[in-house]
């Protein structure tokens, strides 16, 4: 009799971690998958395009490096400084 009874909790155990193995190993392995996807893309750093979609009306401005050609800026400046003064019109 003690034979039966411990061959039906062996069998019971099996069919147990069965059903719990079809139904937490998927979940398990896609959050793997998932945290190793969001590693690699953070490394390579890609960026979603939802997050890039700019508002409309929205301005961005970017400052382009230094040109690698500084015979004409012997300064490293971008450009010409140009003075001005404001002339009020009287109407």
């Known amino acids: 009799m003690a034979l039966i009874r411990t061959i039906l909790i062996f069998i019971l155990i ?3 971690f069965r ?3 079809r139904f937490l190993l998927p979940f398990f ?3 793997w998958v998932k945290k190793a996807q969001d590693n690699f893309q953070r490394q390579q750093g890609y ?3 939802e997050e890039a979609k700019q508002r409309e009306g929205e301005v961005n401005v970017e ?3 230094e040109p690698t050609n500084n015979q004409n800026n012997s300064k490293g400046e971008l450009g010409d400084y140009v003075d001005f ?3 009020k019109e009287d109407k």
Do not use: F, G, L, M
Request: glycine residues 0%; charged residues 35%.
């Open 29 to 31: 392995a896609k959050r």
């Open 19 to 21: 059903i719990i193995t």
């Open 14 to 16: 099996y069919y147990i």
């Open 63 to 65: 400052a382009k490096s």
């Open 85 to 87: 003064e404001e002339i």
């Open 47 to 49: 960026v979603d395009p």
